[in-house]
């Protein structure tokens, strides 16, 4: 079995900070891409952010230059920096990626549970 743990959210006031981690654990054999999204009351669920295996990184328009993603392949974990907060940020964050397990060595996707990011005063 493969799962995702989320943890990091919680209640922030706005132009603060938050720190999200996913740790990807069972028995896998590979990791490609991962990636960050969200879903906001009454929205779909958006890309906020993605890294492939190699460390290249991409941004939805409205969290560049606030956001950071980064990975650690020798843990499979991946981490979301969060600056700058905005009441619009608020939403339920998802880790997602893209896992082969060892026992089967096919890729799949696989999500987190979610954790709340709440911006607010």
């Known amino acids: 079995q493969v799962h995702l743990v989320e943890s990091g959210g919680g209640l922030v006031q706005p132009g603060g900070s938050l720190r999200l981690s996913c740790a990807a654990s069972g028995s896998i054999f590979s990791i490609n891409a991962m990636g960050w999204y969200r879903q906001a009351p009454g929205k779909q669920r958006e890309l906020v952010a993605g890294i492939t295996s190699g460390g290249t990184a991409n941004y939805a328009d409205s969290v560049k230059g606030r956001f950071t993603i980064s990975r650690d392949n020798g843990k499979n974990t991946v981490l979301l920096q969060m600056n700058s907060l905005k009441p619009e940020d608020t939403a339920v964050y998802y880790c997602?990626?893209?896992?082969?397990?060892?026992?089967?060595?096919?890729?799949?996707?696989?999500w987190g549970q979610g954790t709340q990011v709440t911006v607010s005063s």
């Open positions: 997602n990626a893209e896992i082969t397990p060892r026992d089967i060595m096919r890729r799949f996707r696989y």
